[in-house]
């Protein structure tokens, strides 16, 4: 049996720690996630899931689930709210029968714009608390070490996933005097 290289005093501290940070970190996203959809009518798994669906081009329900953190169900049916306010299409690939996949309709990808254009018309804690941070450094935290606690977790696929969608938001939108506007194509 491997001896551990760490007291259990030490995981147990790290544990909770991580716990409550994490805890105390999603209440303030949760808080300025909700504001900043509400007045969309959606709730926080269907913008998830609009927004997975915005960066992957037609995922399966299962690419949703895993990279929204939902279990299958849950990203099914909320999805399927979604392709009732024709937000969302689902479909089957010809060379795939037995996955669902979804894409954004075009009343989607214009929805998933303007809630992008509109991002900072709502208060946002989670910005300003990372600001003292931002103006020492001169730039945002980075959250390196959660990244690679949450890459051994969930693995490259689910890190890739993460990465791409910050891309795309970088190479679709362009930002001058402080709002945010779709690049067209």
């Avoid at 909700?34 to 926080?44: F, V």
């Avoid at 849950?74 to 689902?90: D, Q």
């Avoid at 730039?139 to 977790?153: H, S, T």
Wanted: hydrophobic residues 40%; proline residues 2%; negative net charge.
């Amino acid at each position: 049996m491997n001896e551990r290289e760490y007291t259990m005093k030490e995981a147990m501290l790290f544990s909770q720690r991580i716990g409550q940070l994490s805890k105390a970190l999603w209440k303030a996203v949760e808080k300025d996630w909700q504001m900043w959809i509400k007045p969309y009518d959606l709730n926080i798994n269907e913008h998830h899931i609009l927004w997975i669906s915005y960066h992957l081009r037609g995922a399966s329900i299962s690419d949703v689930a895993k990279f929204g953190v939902m279990h299958v169900s849950t990203a099914f049916n909320f999805s399927k709210k979604l392709e009732e306010r024709e937000l969302l299409a689902f479909s089957k690939r010809d060379t795939d029968k037995r996955n669902t996949y979804v894409e954004l309709t075009k009343k989607g990808e214009d929805l998933m714009a303007e809630m992008i254009e509109n991002y900072h018309e709502t208060p946002h804690s989670v910005i300003d608390g990372a600001m003292p941070l931002r103006d020492l450094y001169g730039k945002f935290p980075e959250f390196l070490d959660v990244m690679c606690v949450i890459r051994n977790i969930y693995g490259d696929d689910f890190m890739e996933i993460f990465e791409a969608s910050f891309k795309n938001i970088e190479e679709k939108f362009s930002e001058e005097n402080h709002i945010i506007e779709a690049i067209e194509n």
